[in-house]
């Protein structure tokens, strides 16, 4: 029999270890950490206040178009994608332009991106404004490529890609072809 007894605990001269897999038993609060502030009741409630529950904001999903033309106003999104024996998707910031509903970024030839992220991704940008509470966001999944073919590269146009702002070069060019696309607002009259 396994137990969580603690570490160092015993029955009978035997230590019990946690069983593998198991959650470590909870800590202790401590006041040790400086700056620390406690909140009052009243305030812990208002912290977890839903803005859902504010009658003077409206939650809108968008439709598959209107997703396009957003993410056609904005140029930085994240990529998201899986590496093999991660339990967790990894998301990463690019530059990034839409052309024909097709998103289109640069990495390195020895970047994260392009080694995991081609196959099947999902991208996001969105655009908050935190004074008024309101924003949007797109979620656009699909197959991720990279495009090698000179000639799908000279029908890209090169003045419209925007520059990376990570340093150094990022001259391959990556696509992902939306499958899904969904969008949401949460806007205020």
């Not at 160092?8 to 198991?22: D, L, T």
């Not at 009658?55 to 904005?74: G, I, Y």
């Not at 340093?167 to 072809?177: A, C, F, N, W, Y």
Request: glycine content about 10%; some cysteine.
């Amino acid at each position: 029999m396994v137990g969580t007894s603690g570490a160092g605990a015993s029955e009978q001269g035997r230590s019990w270890v946690a069983a593998p897999g198991s959650p470590p038993e909870p800590r202790e609060a401590s006041d040790e950490f400086e700056g620390t502030e406690h909140l009052t009741e009243d305030d812990r409630l208002l912290a977890g206040a839903d803005l859902a529950d504010d009658d003077r904001s409206r939650f809108t999903v968008l439709e598959r178009q209107t997703c396009f033309n957003l993410m056609a106003t904005r140029s930085i999104g994240r990529v998201a994608f899986t590496i093999d024996g991660d339990a967790a998707p990894t998301v990463l910031p690019v530059n990034y332009v839409l052309l024909n509903d097709t998103v289109v970024f640069r990495s390195t030839l020895a970047g994260t991106i392009m080694r995991y992220g081609r196959g099947y991704a999902a991208f996001q940008v969105d655009h908050f404004d935190e004074e008024r509470r309101e924003g949007w966001s797109v979620l656009a999944s699909g197959s991720c490529r990279w495009v090698r073919d000179t000639g799908e590269l000279e029908r890209i146009p090169q003045g419209r890609m925007p520059r990376p702002w990570a340093e150094g070069p990022r001259d391959q060019v990556l696509k992902i072809t939306p499958g899904r696309v969904t969008g949401r607002e949460v806007s205020r009259p």
